[in-house]
């Protein structure tokens, strides 16, 4: 099987790809758009690509693949949690550091690291974590990267400390997709899009006021722009459900007779806990 991953090697989305399949054939892509029409296309069998961060909230650019493709549905989902090591040539000493390389998302992450124990350098951005430790290497002065242990592993990097982040309940959520998703599992998530043709009170109240008559739990709900005009917007839904069951397809039945556009992103196998860290 062919897999596609937001790349280069030794990023968080290559982690999570290794972790849903680390027997698969990885195949590298150097941006979500790429390696989502790579999918559409069928030049890979499936892609790991990250949807939502805990802290920075969803990854908008694979939401507007779905509302856009007809053709890719998700499939599963998985959990990777962020744990920002810094790391240098072996040898190194942070006294010595002068420069620290990340992606611009880490820096951010990091940032009371960086001002207590990493006060004495420049942060530099980097355009991606495995890009860091690239870019730290190719450095003429003393430089240091924050990136995932992975990195450390992949390029040879000396791991000088782990988990610099702020907050250590920083995960990162990731979803599977092909071209159609998974059978019923008796724990399962599905999520769904849906917009109004007419805008008027109660529309979305009622619209989630069948989920309450069905007792489907809501474990996630927002809204994006539909890009027609200003106010016009789709709502989204991960629902604890399988579209094949029957309370998963009455449910689904009613919602899409309410709306005026409705779709199905995908029912798939519902992640049982959060990762263990370390």
């Given at each position: 099987?062919?897999?596609?991953?937001?790349?280069?090697?030794?990023?968080?989305?290559?982690?999570?790809?290794?972790?849903?399949?680390?027997?698969?054939?990885?195949?590298?892509?150097?941006?979500?758009?790429?390696?989502?029409?790579?999918?559409?296309?069928?030049?890979?069998?499936?892609?790991?690509?990250?949807?939502?961060?805990?802290?920075?909230?969803?990854?908008?650019?694979?939401?507007?693949?779905?509302?856009?493709?007809?053709?890719?549905?998700?499939?599963?989902?998985?959990?990777?949690?962020?744990?920002?090591?810094?790391?240098?040539?072996?040898?190194?000493?942070?006294?010595?550091?002068?420069?620290?390389?990340?992606?611009?998302?880490?820096?951010?992450?990091s940032?009371?690291?960086?001002?207590?124990?990493?006060?004495?350098?420049?942060?530099?951005t980097?355009?991606?974590?495995?890009?860091?430790?690239?870019?730290?290497?190719?450095?003429?002065?003393?430089?240091?990267?924050?990136?995932?242990?992975?990195?450390?592993?992949?390029?040879?990097?000396?791991?000088l400390?782990?988990a610099?982040?702020?907050?250590?309940?920083?995960?990162?959520?990731?979803?599977?997709?092909?071209?159609?998703?998974?059978?019923?599992?008796?724990?399962?998530?599905?999520?769904?899009?849906?917009?109004?043709?007419?805008?008027?009170?109660?529309?979305?109240?009622?619209?989630?006021?069948?989920?309450?008559?069905?007792?489907?739990?809501?474990?996630?709900?927002?809204?994006?722009?539909?890009g027609?005009?200003?106010?016009?917007?789709?709502?989204?839904?991960?629902?604890?459900?399988?579209?094949?069951?029957?309370?998963?397809?009455e449910?689904?039945?009613?919602?899409?007779?309410?709306?005026s556009?409705?779709k199905?992103?995908?029912?798939?196998?519902?992640?049982?806990?959060?990762?263990?860290?370390?």
């Amino acid at each position: 099987m062919k897999l596609g991953y937001l790349g280069p090697s030794g990023t968080y989305s290559e982690e999570a790809a290794h972790n849903y399949s680390p027997d698969a054939e990885m195949v590298s892509y150097p941006s979500i758009p790429t390696v989502t029409t790579a999918v559409e296309k069928r030049e890979i069998d499936q892609c790991v690509v990250p949807i939502e961060n805990s802290l920075h909230g969803t990854i908008t650019d694979v939401l507007d693949f779905l509302v856009r493709t007809d053709s890719i549905r998700i499939a599963g989902e998985l959990a990777v949690p962020i744990d920002h090591c810094l790391m240098a040539k072996p040898g190194t000493k942070i006294a010595d550091m002068t420069m620290v390389f990340s992606h611009p998302q880490s820096l951010g992450q990091s940032r009371k690291y960086l001002e207590t124990t990493l006060g004495h350098v420049q942060a530099v951005t980097s355009l991606s974590n495995a890009q860091a430790v690239i870019d730290m290497q190719e450095s003429d002065t003393v430089a240091g990267a924050i990136a995932p242990l992975r990195a450390a592993e992949i390029y040879g990097a000396e791991v000088l400390a782990e988990a610099v982040q702020d907050n250590p309940n920083n995960y990162t959520r990731f979803v599977v997709l092909d071209d159609s998703d998974s059978p019923p599992t008796g724990n399962d998530m599905t999520s769904v899009a849906f917009q109004f043709s007419e805008d008027e009170p109660g529309l979305l109240y009622r619209a989630l006021g069948v989920l309450k008559e069905n007792s489907i739990n809501i474990v996630k709900i927002e809204s994006r722009p539909t890009g027609e005009r200003l106010g016009r917007y789709t709502f989204l839904l991960d629902i604890e459900l399988h579209r094949a069951d029957p309370v998963g397809g009455e449910t689904i039945a009613k919602l899409t007779e309410m709306s005026s556009w409705f779709k199905v992103f995908g029912s798939y196998p519902r992640m049982k806990d959060l990762p263990i860290r370390g």
